[in-house]
């Protein structure tokens, strides 16, 4: 993200495009509102322009997000960017489809739905809002059972990997939440479910496991998660519940792994958040959070309001928000239906196997992605002593190709690896193209690594490569600003 900072000499800077010169004869201030209006040719013609210099979509390899939508869909989101989500009174049908979305995926997650049990849900711009809200809920609910109880409710905790993404990180450090993560090593990039187990007190609101690491892919064992803590649990007489951040895998996993049990066949899997816009395959703006029951969403959190119509219960973060995305999804899940999905996550998969043999066989990486899991190749070069991923992904972005490198977190950053994401718009032929590219990559390093005269004879220490990675790392995240992992 860039966090936009005014400038000072705002006035003197100026964009003049040569075709905007065809309807105007000024140049336009940068950080200033014009003065004066400009045709909407002019404006469109300069805007357009300028974006040409941004990277290709779906030659965006960073990104779990989905970049490609079928043009019907298209023609739906076009015709829908005018309505405000909140207004539900407005706009009924809408909001039939954002609950018909929410019970297509608790049921997708194996909710139990009965007499007495009812999953609740909402859509949310991502997981990111699905999380902070999921989180909430856990904060509310062990604070209401510490009071009842008489006990200190003030240094709430939540236990993660150290493998989580941003938002839990985010959600810790908005609501004063203690983080406690589980560290990695080399080799073992996931939560350990035992050591995640030993971490929990009485004053742990959650463990919260993933499903599809950022990092490399993997699904996190909740299953074995969920026993080791039925145990602690049994053993302390505490209630310590679980919520699966399931962004990537939630529309994984229900499609090519249905026998794993991660969803709410799990009895201690209380909330689950899943990204809209990442396998459910929706533009960005979507995610979506289910609970298991209502009893699960403590009642004070949610809001009634009546001043846009009838009564309307809202839990979500912000108030106005597009329709689009929401229309978007039910388009998706209504137009592909469960074998749709399963062959687009099948085919995922096949071109993320192509990719992972390529990349194999070249012989200069080690994979850190699994066979199964979120469907990308996650890898870190065998001998960075000559040179490192930064540079190969560099070299990269000559072909057009955009895939980011980062350093793993504790205690594995010595660890530096590259990652393709794999989606539905990356075909076979772009997996290939990929791999001869990369090739070509790497021939080139060798050969310019020799030049340089970095022999094997001057081979490093795994210290001094692992220092030299770090620098490297360091002065790339300065220089970007922010990393590319999203
Ligand atoms: C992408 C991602 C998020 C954040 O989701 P957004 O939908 O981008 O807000 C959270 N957790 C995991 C595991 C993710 O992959």
Redesign the pocket.
């Known amino acids: 993200m860039a966090l936009s900072r005014a400038q000072t000499n705002s006035g003197e800077s100026l964009i003049s495009s040569t075709f905007a010169s065809r309807y105007v004869r000024t140049a336009l201030p940068r950080f200033r509102i014009p003065e004066q209006s400009i045709p909407k040719d002019a404006a469109y013609q300069i805007i357009n322009d300028e974006l040409m210099l941004d990277g290709n979509p779906r030659l965006n390899l960073a990104s779990?997000v989905t970049t490609w939508m079928e043009p019907e869909c298209d023609k739906l989101i076009q015709n829908s960017v005018n309505k405000n989500y909140v207004d539900m009174d407005e706009y009924p049908v809408t909001t039939e489809f954002q609950n018909r979305c929410v019970n297509m995926i608790a049921h997708l997650f194996n909710a139990p739905i009965g007499e007495d049990e009812t999953a609740v849900g909402v859509g949310t711009v991502?997981?990111?809002e699905a999380?902070m809200l999921a989180g909430l809920a856990f904060k509310r609910k062990w604070q209401n059972k510490m009071k009842a109880e008489g006990k200190p409710h003030d240094k709430p905790n939540i236990v993660t990997g150290a493998n989580v993404?941003v938002?839990w990180e985010k959600f810790a450090r908005y609501f004063e939440v203690e983080l406690k993560e589980v560290k990695l090593r080399e080799g073992y990039y996931v939560m350990d479910p035992a050591k995640a187990v030993e971490l929990v007190d009485e004053n742990t609101i959650c463990v919260a496991a993933?499903l599809?690491s950022?990092l490399n892919g993997e699904f996190e064992d909740v299953k074995m998660l969920n026993d080791l803590l039925v145990a602690k649990n049994a053993e302390t007489g505490w209630d310590t519940p679980i919520h699966v951040?399931a962004?990537?895998g939630g529309f994984i996993a229900p499609f090519i792994y249905p026998e794993l049990e991660w969803d709410f066949r799990l009895p201690l899997v209380k909330s689950i958040n899943v990204?809209g816009?990442?396998y459910g395959l929706v533009y960005a703006g979507v995610?979506w959070i289910i609970w298991r029951n209502k009893e699960d969403l403590p009642d004070e959190l949610i809001f009634h309001i009546n001043y846009l119509g009838a009564d309307q219960p809202t839990f979500t973060l912000n108030f106005s928000k597009g329709s689009s995305q929401i229309i978007a999804q039910y388009y998706q899940l209504i137009r592909l239906g469960f074998e749709g999905y399963k062959d687009i996550m099948q085919n995922c998969r096949d071109n993320a196997a192509v990719l992972r043999e390529g990349v194999e066989n070249m012989g200069y990486f080690h994979l850190v992605s699994k066979d199964s899991g979120v469907p990308l190749v996650a890898f870190s070069l065998k001998d960075s002593s000559k040179y490192t991923v930064f540079e190969v992904v560099e070299s990269l972005r000559r072909f057009g190709w955009i895939v980011p490198a980062y350093t793993m977190p504790a205690d594995a950053e010595h660890i530096a690896v590259m990652r393709m994401v794999i989606r539905e718009d990356f075909s076979r032929g772009l997996a290939e193209r990929l791999i001869t590219d990369l090739k070509k990559v790497m021939v080139e390093m060798d050969a310019h690594a020799k030049k340089h005269g970095h022999h094997e004879h001057v081979k490093k220490t795994a210290h001094q490569i692992e220092k030299e990675v770090t620098t490297y790392w360091r002065t790339f995240v300065a220089r970007k600003k922010h990393s590319l992992v999203?």
């Open positions: 779990f991502g997981s990111s999380i993404q938002c993933i599809g950022t951040d962004a990537s990204s816009h990442k995610g999203c």
